[in-house]
């Protein structure tokens, strides 16, 4: 076969490849219905960088799901916060949230913007107990917890990047789930905590090519049809793909700086987002 050819087959046979992943992803995995989830991110542009196909497939109308974000700074470490605060609400508007009161943006010295300064565990968890059980100090030990969300989302012990603000959204949740049986025994957590899969750099970097082989391999290791779902699987087509492009291009202006444009377009996690069920309700 001659180059040109090859050269023309290419681009059609991926984008061939990226739809069929697409709706088997639909068709073959369980997702949330008529849930109140909150996504639990540590910078305004990480809904937008790394969950933008699970805010867009959770947000879709038929699911009967309501999306909330809550961001732990407002990235403020080059001066930017205010800009930042308003660029998230943006965003998080384009990628499907019903109205810019779904955004909470959390100003507190506890949690800089930092590369280098881990945020305190039991603070993240106080935060998310007064904000989501803020009856739990009342309820009585024999009675189930209850909490004003279903489902948290955030990232998992690798950060997807490392980035100790990430990890420490991880272990800020878990000690929140723990906390809201912790006195009351034989119940179950009133709410489910999903995390993002960190994948290797190579992985990372493999863009749309990575949606089949992530497939593959979650349908190879199983999935549970059970109450909570596991693992969740979002796929974005292509104009999806393009819609979270665009909350990062139109909405964090700020922040378009040359090497995000290069994730924009490289990344997995533009395309296909993996999380897994840590805990929560249905487990004990």
Not at 69 to 89: M, P, W, Y
Not at 171 to 196: C, E, I, N, Q
Not at 198 to 220: E, N
């Amino acid at each position: 076969m001659q180059w040109p050819l090859l050269t023309l087959l290419l681009p059609l046979l991926i984008l061939t490849l990226w739809l069929y992943t697409s709706y088997i992803q639909r068709r073959s995995f369980p997702t949330l219905r008529n849930k109140r989830i909150c996504l639990l991110i540590a910078h305004p542009d990480d809904e937008a960088m790394f969950f933008g196909p699970t805010l867009v497939a959770l947000t879709a109308r038929e699911l009967g799901n309501h999306v909330k974000i809550l961001c732990l700074s407002s990235g403020d470490a080059d001066g930017l916060g205010e800009t930042r605060k308003k660029e998230l609400v943006r965003s998080a508007l384009m990628l499907g949230l019903r109205n810019e009161d779904d955004v909470f943006v959390v100003e507190d010295p506890a949690f800089p913007d930092s590369l280098t300064t881990p945020w305190p565990t039991p603070k993240i968890a106080n935060l998310l107990l007064h904000a989501f059980a803020p009856s739990l100090a009342q309820t009585p030990s024999s009675t189930a917890p209850t909490a004003t969300i279903d489902v948290l989302l955030t990232f998992d012990a690798a950060g997807i990047s490392s980035h100790p603000n990430h990890i420490s959204l991880y272990h800020g949740a878990l000690d929140f789930l723990g906390r809201l049986t912790k006195h009351h025994p034989g119940w179950s957590a009133p709410v489910s905590v999903y995390v993002l899969d960190s994948v290797s750099v190579v992985r990372k970097y493999l863009g749309v090519l990575d949606a089949p082989l992530s497939l593959v391999a979650m349908l190879l290791l199983g999935k549970k049809r059970r109450e909570p779902p596991t693992p969740l699987v979002f796929v974005s087509a292509p104009q999806e793909w393009r819609r979270a492009q665009r909350a990062m291009t139109a909405a964090h202006r700020s922040q378009m700086r040359w090497f995000r444009w290069g994730w924009i377009g490289l990344s997995r996690y533009m395309v296909i987002n993996s999380l897994r069920l840590v805990g929560g309700k249905g487990e004990r």
